[in-house]
């Protein structure tokens, strides 16, 4: 990734910013990029509110949740999704202080990938 926002800043790999909720991303023609965000459960909603505020496109990596009161949010924006990793997988990227690593540990969730357009 070229371009990151990260609570995890590493200025020589890239990251741009350190709140992606105050940072206004730009995506469409010319600029050849796309969001992608793998937030922690508690800011997907916000998040969610921020993308469409920023009018951009991308892809969102949540838990397969649908209890969750921002689960049908997410699905009723969804252009498409797919699963990417289920309950138990632990061959799962985390981003942590040194920058991505692989889960310590099986996974308690599904994960799913749901593209997104807000422009």
């Keep these: 990734m070229p371009r990151y926002v990260s609570r995890y800043p590493v200025a020589h790999m890239g990251c741009i910013a350190i709140n992606a909720l ?3 991303f730009r995506t469409g023609a010319g600029t050849g990029e796309v969001v992608y965000a793998y937030p922690p459960t508690p800011l997907i909603a916000p998040l969610m ?3 469409r505020m920023c009018r951009v496109r ?6 397969d949740t649908p209890r969750a009161q921002w689960f049908g949010n997410v699905m009723r924006v969804a252009v498409d999704t797919l699963k990417v990793a289920k309950a138990g997988d632990s061959d799962v990227l985390f981003q942590h202080s040194t920058g991505y690593a692989a889960s310590v540990g099986p996974i308690p969730f599904p994960l799913i990938a749901c593209k997104f357009d807000f422009e």
């Excluded at 991308?58 to 838990?63: D, K, S």
């Design 58 to 63: 991308g892809v969102l990596v949540v838990p």
């Design 22 to 24: 105050s940072h206004t």
């Design 49 to 51: 509110a921020h993308l």
